[in-house]
C-alpha cells in the first residue's frame, strides 16, 4: 500500500501565502517524480508544478515566479510554497508521484486533496 497525504491548505487573503505539503508513506522502492496539481469547480484538473527525483521543476504559467515547488527526499516529502496569492488560485490541491514498487513497477499515485480559498 501507499499513500500521500496532504496538508497545510485553507483560507487565505489575496496578496496572502500558504504551504502545502505531502508526505508519501507505505512499501515502495523510489519515487520519481512529484507533483501538484489543481482543480477548481466546473473546470478540469490542471498541472501546477512538477520535480523530478532530481530536483528538475516544471510550473504552469499562471503561476510562475509565485509557486515554489520542492521536495525532501529523505522524507518523501514534496512542498508547494504558494505566494501572491490570488484568488483564481482557489481550487482543491492534489499531489501526485509517481512510485516504484515491487511486482507493480511504475504507478501514478494521488493525494486525497487539500482546499485552498484565496479571498478577494
Known amino acids: 500500500q501507499v499513500q500521500l497525504v496532504e496538508s497545510g491548505g485553507g483560507l487565505v487573503q489575496a496578496g496572502g501565502s500558504l504551504r502545502l505539503s505531502c508526505a508519501a508513506s507505505g512499501n515502495f522502492f523510489s519515487i520519481k517524480a512529484m507533483g501538484w496539481y489543481r482543480q477548481a469547480p466546473g473546470k478540469q484538473r490542471e498541472l501546477v508544478a512538477t520535480?523530478?527525483?532530481?530536483?528538475?521543476?516544471n510550473y504552469a504559467d499562471s503561476v510562475k515566479g509565485r509557486f515554489t515547488i520542492s521536495r525532501d527526499n529523505a522524507k518523501n516529502t514534496v512542498y508547494l510554497q504558494m505566494n501572491s496569492l490570488k484568488p483564481e488560485d482557489t481550487a482543491v490541491y492534489y499531489c501526485?508521484?509517481?512510485?516504484?514498487?515491487?511486482?507493480?513497477?511504475?504507478?501514478?499515485?494521488w493525494g486525497q486533496g487539500t482546499q485552498v480559498t484565496v479571498s478577494s
Open positions: 501526485n508521484a509517481d512510485i516504484i514498487r515491487a511486482w507493480v513497477g511504475s504507478k501514478d499515485y
Open positions: 520535480i523530478t527525483s532530481g530536483g528538475s521543476t
